[in-house]
């Protein structure tokens, strides 16, 4: 079982820019990808971004590609979403998310094995 814990979260003015970090416990060869998604108020839960552990592939959602920019820090156990030129649409509670193995598809939030506690943006206009 792997243990997510997500910060970063926070208010920030249409425009502004905001990194969201997710640690995972020390069993990261449980992992295969970790994945962000979020969930704005009255929606479901949204893809955002996916890394796998290994290699240089990268996904994203259409609505944040060329603004957000996912990373890892495999020493530190750590995922990263650096989000720019951020948007009121971007409004949402973002969630951490680890799959164990590879998945059908990075975008279906069902995949996924393991969740952080999630972490709430607020972008103002």
């Known amino acids: 079982q792997v243990q997510l814990v997500e910060s970063g979260g926070g208010l920030v003015q249409a425009g502004g820019s905001l990194r969201l970090s997710c640690a995972a416990s020390?069993?990261?060869?449980?992992?295969?990808?970790l994945g962000w998604f979020r969930q704005a108020l009255g929606k479901g839960r949204e893809f955002v971004a996916a890394?796998?552990?290994?290699?240089?592939?990268?996904y994203y959602a259409t609505s944040v590609k060329g603004r957000f920019t996912i990373t890892r820090d495999n020493a530190k156990n750590t995922v990263y979403l650096q989000m720019n030129s951020l948007k009121p649409e971007d409004t949402a509670v973002y969630y951490c998310?680890?799959?164990?193995?590879?998945?059908?598809?990075?975008?279906?939030?069902?995949?996924?094995?393991?969740w952080g506690q999630g972490t709430q943006v607020t972008v103002s206009s």
């Open positions: 998310a680890a799959v164990r193995s590879i998945p059908d598809t990075y975008y279906y939030a069902g995949a996924y094995d393991y």
């Open positions: 020390t069993r990261t060869s449980s992992i295969y990808a």
């Open positions: 890394i796998p552990w290994t290699g240089r592939a990268t």
